[in-house]
């Protein structure tokens, strides 16, 4: 039992892991008061503790998955792609479902394990339950449930970086509908002051798929410019900020951008760069 426990290295989550995955192994036996792994019913590299640990334990992870009806695993996948913790408002929205529904279900997953009490929200007990779920779904379903979820939450009017989330999930070929960009240039500068990286990554990926034309690129620019000078990316920003004067024609937005170029530049020590600008 001692050989077997060393996979769990001191962590008590692995340790009732291993633990619970024996048990519903049957290979537990006791003899004089003494609880053992029945030597016969294990293999002999796994008693030698040869067996990669990591392997081992999401092995025992996603057995704990198996016990668990078909429609319950489905709704833990979506719930995986909403994070380690979720609202039941949000997963209801995500599966079109109200949460009285889902009630079954979700007590189903707690009595198995899986997910836990965490206040106002629910959390997978471990990060490994919850990227087992992840990874039993192809390259093409996350795609598509991404999608799903961040037009349901944009309908909830969901914080910015929620949604973000799963605009990051999507396909880059896809950054560019229409309703992706309207929903940025309006939460942008929101997203920019919360999660300046994670704004600067998504916007990035939107301008590129963006037509030239379109109504929000100068919008979006703008975010854009000011996630990158937060991010102290004063190179990118001075560049950037200088494409979009050569575009830009309304006095009131070339101001805006000459402030943001001449700034980077003086963060960069090139200050007469700046004073012309």
Avoid: K
């Avoid at 009595?111 to 929200?121: I, M, S, T, Y």
């Avoid at 309207?182 to 300046?196: F, H, K, M, Q, T």
């Amino acid at each position: 039992m001692l050989r077997w426990l060393r996979h769990a290295s001191g962590n008590p989550f692995y340790v009732r892991e291993l633990v619970d995955e024996a048990v519903r192994s049957g290979i537990l036996q006791t003899a004089d008061s003494v609880v053992d792994l029945a030597e016969a019913a294990v293999p002999h590299q796994v008693a030698d503790g040869l067996v990669v640990d990591s392997a081992l334990l999401r092995a025992a992870v996603e057995s704990r998955l198996d016990f668990l009806p078909e429609n319950a695993v489905r709704m833990l996948q979506i719930a995986a792609l909403l994070g380690p913790d979720f609202l039941v408002s949000d997963l209801a929205a995500v599966c079109e479902q109200s949460p009285v529904a889902l009630l079954p279900v979700l007590e189903q997953a707690f009595a198995a394990g899986v997910l836990e009490d965490a206040g106002a929200w629910i959390r997978f007990r471990h990060g490994l339950l919850q990227q087992a779920l992840y990874n039993r779904m192809s390259g093409s379903v996350r795609a598509g449930l991404h999608r799903q979820a961040a037009r349901a939450l944009i309908d909830l009017d969901a914080p910015a970086e929620r949604v973000a989330r799963h605009l990051l999930g999507m396909p880059e070929h896809d950054a560019g509908e229409p309703w992706q960009v309207d929903w940025l240039a309006e939460e942008g500068a929101g997203l920019v002051r919360r999660v300046p990286a994670v704004a600067a990554d998504l916007l990035a990926r939107v301008l590129r798929q963006a037509r030239p034309d379109d109504r929000q690129r100068m919008r979006l620019e703008g975010h854009l410019l000011e996630a990158l000078f937060v991010l102290g990316r004063y190179e990118q920003t001075e560049r950037l900020a200088q494409e979009v004067l050569l575009r830009a024609s309304e006095p009131g937005w070339c101001g805006q951008m000459a402030w943001l170029r001449s700034y980077a530049l003086l963060r960069l020590n090139r200050y007469r760069d700046a004073e012309a600008v």
